[in-house]
C-alpha cells in the first residue's frame, strides 16, 4: 500500500527526489511523512504533512533542505532532498498515521503503516 521509489547515490551538495505511491485509502484522516533509518540506530522522523494536508513539519536537521508535497491526484507522496550531506545517507521509509487526536507525529511509534524503503546514499 505505500511503495517508495527514487532512492539512489548522489555526491554531497546534490539533489534527490523520493516518490511514495500510496493506495486510496490513505484519505485525509492519515497524516504521512517520511523517516529514515540508519543500521544500528532507531528510525527517526524527517517531515511529515498533516492529515488534510495544511501543514508540514521538518526534523531541524532538514530543515531549508527538504520538501515534503503530496499530490492526491497521483496519490504521491514527495521529499525533495536538497544540499545532501553525508548525515543524510539512510534508508528512507514512507510511513501513515491514523489521527486519532493528533494530527501530525514525527514520532516512528505513531505510524501504523510502512513502505519497504529506499536507500539514499551520499558520498
Known amino acids: 500500500q505505500l511503495v517508495e521509489s527514487g532512492g539512489g547515490s548522489v555526491q554531497v551538495g546534490g539533489s534527490l527526489t523520493l516518490s511514495c505511491a500510496f493506495s486510496r485509502y490513505f484519505n485525509s484522516n492519515y497524516y504521512m511523512a517520511w523517516l529514515r533509518q540508519i543500521p544500528g540506530k532507531e528510525r527517526e522522523g524527517v517531515a511529515v504533512?498533516?492529515?488534510?494536508?495544511?501543514?508540514?513539519y521538518y526534523a531541524d536537521s532538514v530543515k531549508g533542505r527538504f520538501t515534503i508535497s503530496q499530490d492526491n491526484a497521483k496519490n504521491t507522496l514527495y521529499l525533495r532532498m536538497n544540499d545532501l550531506k553525508l548525515d543524510d545517507t539512510a534508508m528512507y521509509f514512507c510511513a501513515a498515521g491514523r489521527a486519532y487526536g493528533i494530527m501530525w507525529s514525527l514520532d516512528p511509534n505513531q505510524f501504523e503503516y510502512w513502505g519497504q524503503g529506499t536507500q539514499v546514499t551520499v558520498s
Open positions: 504533512i498533516s492529515a488534510g494536508g495544511s501543514n508540514t
